[in-house]
């Protein structure tokens, strides 16, 4: 059963930080590009980072500097860090896997004082 399954959402202050992990299952993980979506209310969902097999990194210019996209192939997984946190920052944040077209359910992450 192929799945991937997304933690580490909540509530953080402006300036804060969280990581968001990934587990995958069910895939051969470290042929896969692996990246992270968010949508904010009322917004389309927008490519936050994306890390392809071999390691490289994109990164979304609204959030360069700020967030880290990292994997772990031994444990089947890929992160997100995330620092210097805006209110802006405030979506869902969805796991995505490539070939296949794969998403995860989702995080909730919500920036505010």
């Known amino acids: 059963q192929v799945q991937l399954v997304e933690s580490g959402g909540g509530l953080v202050q402006p300036g804060g930080s969280l990581r968001l992990s990934c587990a995958a299952s069910?895939?051969?993980?470290?042929?896969?590009?692996m990246g992270w979506y968010r949508q904010a209310p009322g917004k389309q969902r927008e490519l936050v980072a994306t890390?392809?097999?071999?390691?490289?990194?994109n990164i979304a210019d609204s959030v360069k500097g700020r967030f880290t996209i990292s994997r772990d192939n031994a444990k089947n997984a890929v992160s997100l860090q995330m620092n210097s946190l805006k209110p802006e920052d405030t979506a869902v944040y969805y796991c995505?896997?490539?070939?296949?077209?794969?998403w995860g359910q989702g995080t909730q992450v919500t920036v505010s004082s």
């Open positions: 069910g895939i051969i993980f470290n042929i896969y590009t």
């Open positions: 890390i392809f097999s071999g390691g490289s990194t």
């Open positions: 995505y896997a490539d070939p296949g077209a794969i």
